[in-house]
Every structure is written in structure tokens, then in C-alpha cells.
């Protein structure tokens, strides 16, 4: 079972890249340690049980089904030797193909922000001479969103080796020596201060009896959603 993991991961992974240039192009074929490591991660669980389970006790005629004690013993065997013994050398496997984090997931994630950034302000000034919006608020979005690209821009020149200097100035913004990491952090810190006084005062008027489990709640839902959100 576990060489039969090998035996398709590998041909499925570098087959399709080899046949179609596309493929090849928008998505290259991965280094072979980290095919190594997906074919060897294939722990059987709860799913597997669970199907072996699932076999009748009986077939259509009342006969006993054949083979079903020794179909769950199996299944059983598998499981307990993936997850102890693949899953219990998976970190020496690792360390030995010598495997570290590339980043890329970081890469996206920012250049995402960033981009999600930009059409923000992009669409700020479409609709900022419309009658329903109001001068203070276009202001203040403009603002937060050019804060917010020129944080993710500088974040973005560090993850790829470029100069924050020059990432800024293409944007148009002369504040290259603003550490907008640092700032960042001391902003969240501070609000994150203010949402746990805001939490102490909810939970102070619930214990006088000034206010009930529902509004306590409903305000501490909101204060958790802005907490979740000065990451970004």
C-alpha cells in the first residue's frame, strides 16, 4: 500500500508537465524531494475504518460475509503502521531531504494584499466625486488603504531581496524610511490594548446585571472580528 502511493504520485506529479508545455509553464515540476515526502505522507486514518466497517455482516442471502474479519484486521494493520511508523519518521524524512519552507505561500499572500490594496484605492477614486459619498469618509478610506499598500509593498521588496527604497518610490511615495513593519506592530498592539478594555468594561455591566448574555455577546463578536483584522 505505501509502495503503491509511490508508484502513482511520482508519474501523476512529472507525466502531465512532460506532455503539456502550458502546464509546465504556469506551474513547474516541483523538486523531487518534495514529491518524496507527499508519497510518503500517505497516513491511513478514520476513513479507512470506517469503510472497512461499513461492510455487511451479511450478504443479499444471510450468508455471512466472506472475509470481512480479516478485511478489518488489514485495514487496521495499515492504519496503525502508517501512523506510527510513516507517521512517526515523516520529521527525519524531512530533515534528511534537507526540505525548508520557500516562502511562496508568503509570497502570494502578500502580493494578494497588495494587489487587493491597490484596486481599493483604484476604486476610491471612482466613486469619490458620486453624490452618496462623503469627502471625510473617501479621506479616511484613502488613507487606511495607502497605509495598507505601502506596508505590503515594503514587505513584498524584503521577501524578494529588493531595496524598500525602490519598491516605494515606483508607488510615487517618498516615505522609504518609514518602517511600516514596525509601526504596524506598535499599532496593533496598541488597539489590541483597547479591545481588552473594551472586553473588561462588556464583562464588568454583564456581571452588575446592566446588560444580557445576548448584547454581551454581540459586542464581543465584533471586538473579536476587529482583532482578527489588524493582522491585515
Given at each position: 500500500?505505501?509502495?503503491?502511493r509511490f508508484v502513482w504520485v511520482f508519474p501523476a506529479t512529472y507525466i502531465p508537465r512532460r506532455l503539456s508545455r502550458r502546464l509546465r509553464e504556469r506551474d513547474p515540476s516541483p523538486p523531487w524531494q518534495g514529491v518524496m515526502v507527499i508519497s510518503y505522507a500517505g497516513m491511513r486514518g478514520a476513513v479507512s475504518l470506517a469503510a472497512a466497517l461499513a461492510i455487511?455482516?451479511?450478504?443479499?442471502?444471510?450468508?455471512?460475509?466472506?472475509?470481512?474479519?480479516?478485511?478489518?484486521?488489514?485495514?487496521?494493520?495499515?492504519?496503525f503502521v502508517?501512523?506510527?511508523?510513516?507517521?512517526?519518521?515523516?520529521?527525519?524524512?524531512?530533515?534528511?531531504?534537507?526540505?525548508?519552507?520557500?516562502?511562496?505561500?508568503?509570497?502570494?499572500?502578500?502580493?494578494?494584499?497588495?494587489?487587493?490594496?491597490?484596486?481599493?484605492?483604484?476604486?476610491?477614486?471612482?466613486?469619490?466625486?458620486e453624490g452618496w459619498?462623503?469627502?471625510?469618509?473617501?479621506?479616511?478610506?484613502?488613507?487606511?488603504?495607502?497605509y495598507r499598500r505601502r506596508r505590503f509593498a515594503t514587505r513584498h521588496a524584503s521577501v524578494n531581496n529588493k531595496r524598500v527604497s525602490e519598491f516605494a518610490a515606483d508607488l510615487g511615495d517618498?516615505?522609504?524610511?518609514?518602517?511600516?513593519?514596525?509601526?504596524?506592530?506598535n499599532f496593533q498592539?496598541?488597539?489590541r490594548e483597547l479591545l481588552e478594555a473594551e472586553r473588561e468594561a462588556v464583562?464588568?455591566?454583564?456581571?452588575?446585571?446592566?446588560?444580557?448574555?445576548?448584547?454581551?455577546?454581540?459586542?464581543?463578536?465584533?471586538l473579536d472580528l476587529e482583532d482578527s483584522r489588524l493582522e491585515i
Open positions: 500500500m505505501i509502495l503503491a455487511p455482516f451479511t450478504t443479499e442471502s444471510g450468508a455471512p460475509f466472506a472475509g470481512r474479519d480479516l478485511v478489518i484486521f488489514l485495514t487496521f494493520c495499515v492504519i502508517t501512523l506510527v511508523g510513516q507517521g512517526l519518521t515523516l520529521q527525519p524524512l524531512i530533515r534528511w531531504l534537507d526540505i525548508h519552507d520557500d516562502g511562496s505561500f508568503e509570497k502570494e499572500e502578500i502580493k494578494a494584499r497588495l494587489l487587493a490594496a491597490e484596486a481599493a484605492l483604484q476604486r476610491i477614486d471612482e466613486v469619490a466625486d459619498v462623503n469627502e471625510d469618509t473617501v479621506e479616511r478610506m484613502r488613507g487606511m488603504y495607502g517618498g516615505s522609504d524610511d518609514e518602517d511600516y513593519e514596525a509601526r504596524s506592530a498592539r496598541l488597539r464583562l464588568r455591566l454583564r456581571s452588575e446585571g446592566k446588560i444580557g448574555d445576548q448584547v454581551m455577546r454581540r459586542v464581543e463578536r465584533d
